[in-house]
Each structure stands twice: as C-alpha cells, then as structure tokens.
Nanobody, 123 residues
Framework: QVLLVESGGGLVQAGGSLRLSCAAS????????MGWFCQAPGKEREFVAA????????YYADSVKGRFTISRDNAKNTVTLQMNSLRPEDTAVYYC????????????????WGQGTQVTVSS
C-alpha cells in the first residue's frame, strides 16, 4: 500500500517561511519523480515544484522560483519543500505526489497523492 504523508503546514505571516515534508512508504521511492502541488478553495490544483528520482533535476512554477526549493532524501524516503518569502496568495492545501514516469507539471501525470497539508499565509 502506497502512502504519502505531508507535514509541516501551518499559519505564517507574509514574508515568513515554512518547510513541508512528505514521507513515502509502500513504493520504491528512489525511482519516482516527486512533486508538490497546491490547491486553494475553488481553484484548480496547480503545480508547484518537482524533482527527479536522483534529485539532479528540479522544476518550479514561475510563481515560486527563487522562493521555494524542493529536495529529496532517498535514504529517508522523504521529499521537502522549503518555502521562503511566503505571500498570502501562497495560501492553499499543499499535496505531495509521486510519478513513476518523468517529472511533469500536470497533476494527471502523477500516480499517488498525499492527503495534503494546509498552508495559510496572513498579510
């Protein structure tokens, strides 16, 4: 059984930082592309960042470039999203996702999803 469990969300003031983590189990983590997506109420799920199986390649949405950093630790089966300079518009539920294929920005490409963790950025 594949499980992805996010943690680290919370309430933060604009300009602050959060570090989200995703712990994976039930899959051969090191061969999966991992991604982060976000979804605000009433909005479509949007791509945030992705990282290749080796960690050598990363991809970011334009809105988070220079502010967010995705990383992974294959020994620990975890992927993280360091979020700096947070803005109110970053407020959303953040989801961890796993893709057996290549890194991509479409949520439809991903095979497994976590339950999400809420990030709220106050102004």
């Amino acid at each position: 059984q594949v499980l992805l469990v996010e943690s680290g969300g919370g309430l933060v003031q604009a300009g602050g930082s959060l570090r989200l983590s995703c712990a994976a189990s039930g899959l051969t983590f090191s061969i999966y592309t991992m991604g982060w997506f976000c979804q605000a109420p009433g909005k479509e799920r949007e791509f945030v960042a992705a990282i290749s199986w080796s960690g050598d390649s990363t991809y970011y949405a334009d809105s988070v470039k220079g502010r967010f950093t995705i990383s992974r630790d294959n020994a620990k089966n975890t992927v993280t999203l360091q979020m700096n300079s947070l803005r109110p518009e970053d407020t959303a539920v953040y989801y961890c996702a796993a893709d057996l294929g290549r890194a991509g920005s479409s949520p439809y490409e991903y095979d497994y999803w976590g339950q999400g963790t809420q990030v709220t950025v106050s102004s």
